[in-house]
């Protein structure tokens, strides 16, 4: 532009061509307002990348679309790294490009790469060339780019993919100024400061086990897996389901054509070598599995990333915050907001009850961390830390379930976290049955470690689970570890108690010869020791096979035979089991009549002791006994109502089928039918044995 002097010497020309904004004056009066040239309408910003594969997530793609039809229309794609956010999000954008008609932007936001995350200021300066900006006129200061970015984006159908998100902050300047545009973010942190402004979530999972297959047959053909079909299955859930673990597999197996699934299959299966395999050698660092996690733990605050490891040294699935608070010997609040730290990077699921758990990957990629950056004795003083509290807490919760136990003392931890506190024996029961695959992990990897009290401790707190619900077939093995632990620490006292306890868990079994070898063994040893009233125990454990075998001779002299003991030791509730014994023995003998004396004297025992389950047992022994009498159906439903009280499924399958035997004798078959697959039904969720019942109602039915 020249300016020379004219007639009234001034003269304003403009020469050449020029590209963007001109202002041309000579004298201004009033305001002056700048606008803005909008992009041609021809040429709007097409920055999406190609979708990629997908496969399934129909019901990700819906939610998508609800979402983005409702204002502010942001949408977070969250999930843990290599479950297939960004192909979603992509996926579901090139569908919708036609309702989009003002253009689309894309974004890598670089949360997890090895550059650093991406700047607000450098993506708005991408987006406005992308909208017609000439690079020149692009302001420089933050806020200045996020004003004019608003104004072109005002008004137009935009969308805007943010990909790979770090944060709230990066993402907010990076939102169209548009109610009709809408913004897609995917991250790996679950962004609630988006959420609370009204923003909307897609979480992703694994894929189901059908639409892994198929994703392995769009990279590898139907006719290769068809080959091996359970080897397929196999390998999907060893890759966990998982995207991004799926196509690595995939790919290897598609350049080597020769190998056989089972091949891979094999490579996956050693835990300590998967996400080694789950590699290709010509692949880029970050579309690993194992590089995808390493990005994620990277951007963990330092309390995070130790937790993260150190939850690696857990042997269960599940973890709360106390649990979690003893491996690492932190407050438990401290603790409880470093694993929503790892919930919100989704490093951790949510899990019922308060929980987390890892998917199976990610656990493998934070026991690799735990081997290499925690010491062997950081390891175990973390084991340590959460074996003595597991013991601790199994032992709170059976004294709360069973009061009447003579429970030892919880291992000394000073600065761990208190046991839970359980308001009622049902909630003690709850607290036990939900966390039976902890107990049991703990245990067996405390009693591995040399931590053979705490093993013991556990799987001792733990009997009043199998005495009212079960777990039939979990026990023997829980049981078993019990006993290794007496045995490895030398505690023959210890070792007895847990020979009675495999004895039960083998007759639960229908094991009975096997259950009476561990019964009488652990009765020499309390001859061993000269414990009377322990042999009593085992004289009523020998009695209780003879009457499961039919024996209700053999039964009964057995449980006179305690009795004997308990009465000369003066112990009123041992009293009062052997005497339910003897009338249970004398029921099934048909003595219906000498059986209520003993029950009436044993009801009288137990109404002084803390035990409400043989209380009710009582009851509905009682009202057996008393078949044909008035009261007798009283007796067993206020047996029912208390076992259902208490939750004991099989106290509550016991009095059913009390009510169904009475039924039967007064020839009401119908209810008696219906008690008894009542009975059956609840049984039957445990894990007992309904072979009795089954014939029960086989001979109604033919009656």
Not at 19 to 42: K, L, N, S
Not at 187 to 205: D, T
Not at 505 to 512: E, Q
Not at 677 to 686: H, I, M, P, S
Request: charged letters at 25%; a neutral charge; proline letters at 6%.
């Amino acid at each position: 532009m020249n300016t020379e002097s004219g007639g009234d010497g001034h003269l304003n020309r403009l020469d050449g061509s020029v590209t963007g904004w001109v202002v041309q004056a000579r004298d201004v009066r009033g305001g002056v307002h700048v606008h803005a040239p909008a992009p041609t309408a021809a040429d709007p910003p097409r920055q999406l990348p190609g979708p990629g594969l997908l496969v399934d997530r129909a019901e990700a793609l819906e939610t998508l679309s609800a979402a983005c039809a409702d204002a502010p229309g942001v949408v977070v794609v969250t999930g843990p790294a290599g479950v297939g956010k960004t192909a979603t999000a992509l996926h579901w954008a090139h569908l919708r490009l036609d309702d989009f008609p003002d253009g689309q932007l894309y974004a890598d936001l670089r949360a997890h790469a090895a550059l650093d995350p991406a700047s607000p200021g450098d993506v708005l300066a991408g987006f406005l060339r992308g909208l017609g900006v000439p690079p020149e006129r692009i302001p420089r200061s933050l806020a200045e780019r996020t004003d004019l970015y608003r104004s072109l984006t005002a008004g137009r159908r935009v969308l805007v993919v943010l990909d790979d998100a770090y944060s709230a902050a990066q993402v907010t300047p990076l939102l169209p100024g548009s109610a009709a545009g809408v913004a897609v973010v995917t991250s790996r942190w679950r962004f609630a400061a988006l959420l609370a402004r009204g923003a909307r979530a897609v979480r992703l999972g694994p894929l189901g086990e059908g639409a892994a297959i198929e994703l392995l047959h769009r990279m590898l053909g139907r006719d290769r897996l068809a080959e091996e079909p359970d080897m397929a299955v196999r390998l999907v859930d060893l890759c966990g389901r998982y995207p991004l673990a799926l196509c690595v597999a995939a790919a290897r197996l598609a350049t080597r054509p020769a190998w056989p699934l089972a091949e891979m299959v094999r490579a996956l299966a050693e835990e300590t070598r998967r996400l080694a395999a789950l590699t290709a050698r010509d692949m880029e660092d970050d579309m690993t599995v194992r590089a995808a996690l390493s990005l994620s733990y990277r951007n963990l605050p330092p309390p995070a990333q130790r937790l993260y490891r150190l939850l690696a040294v857990h042997p269960g699935r599940t973890f709360g915050r106390a649990a979690c608070a003893a491996l690492t010997g932190v407050p438990v609040a401290e603790a409880a907001e470093t694993l929503e730290t790892l919930a919100d990077a989704n490093l951790l699921d949510d899990a019922p009850g308060g929980r987390y758990r890892f998917h199976e990957l990610t656990r493998l990629h934070a026991l690799e961390l735990a081997e290499t950056r925690e010491t062997p004795a950081g390891r175990a003083a973390a084991l340590a830390g959460l074996a003595r509290w597991t013991a601790a807490a199994a032992l709170a919760a059976s004294a709360a379930a069973a009061p009447y136990r003579r429970l030892p003392d919880p291992p000394d931890e000073p600065g761990a976290p208190g046991p839970p506190r359980f308001p009622s024996a049902q909630r003690a029961l709850d607290w036990l049955d939900a966390e039976f695959p902890n107990l049991r992990a703990v245990a067996r990897r405390a009693h591995e470690a040399g931590l053979h009290r705490e093993a013991l401790l556990i799987v001792d707190a733990a009997w009043p689970l199998f005495l009212q619900r079960g777990h039939r077939d979990e026990r023997l093995g829980f049981d078993e570890t019990g006993l290794a632990a007496a045995r490895a620490a030398g505690d023959r006292a210890a070792e007895a108690k847990m020979l009675n306890r495999t004895g039960l868990a083998r007759r639960d079994l229908d094991r009975p010869d096997e259950a009476a070898r561990d019964f009488r063994a652990a009765r020499d040893v309390w001859r061993e020791l000269g414990d009377r009233a322990r042999q009593g125990g085992s004289e009523r454990r020998l009695g209780l096979l003879e009457l499961d075998r039919g024996d209700t001779a053999a039964a009964e002299r057995h449980f006179r035979a305690a009795l004997g003991v308990y009465r000369a030791e003066d112990d009123a509730r041992k009293i009062a089991l052997s005497l339910c014994d003897l009338g249970t023995a004398l029921l099934e003998g048909g003595s219906h009549g000498d059986a209520a004396e003993p029950l009436t004297e044993a009801r009288a025992l137990l109404a002084e002791q803390d035990d409400e389950y043989n209380r009710a047992r009582v009851l509905v022994l009682l009202g057996r006994a008393r078949a044909g009498a008035p009261d007798a159906e009283d007796l067993v439903n206020r047996g029912l109502h208390a076992m259902r009280a208490l939750g004991s499924a099989i106290g509550e399958a016991g009095a059913l089928r009390a009510l169904g035997d009475l039924a039967a004798r007064d020839g009401r078959a119908v209810t008696a039918l219906r008690r008894y697959g009542d009975a059956r039904e609840v049984l039957a969720g445990t894990g007992a044995s309904t072979r009795t019942l089954d014939g029960l109602i086989a001979g109604l039915r033919r009656g």
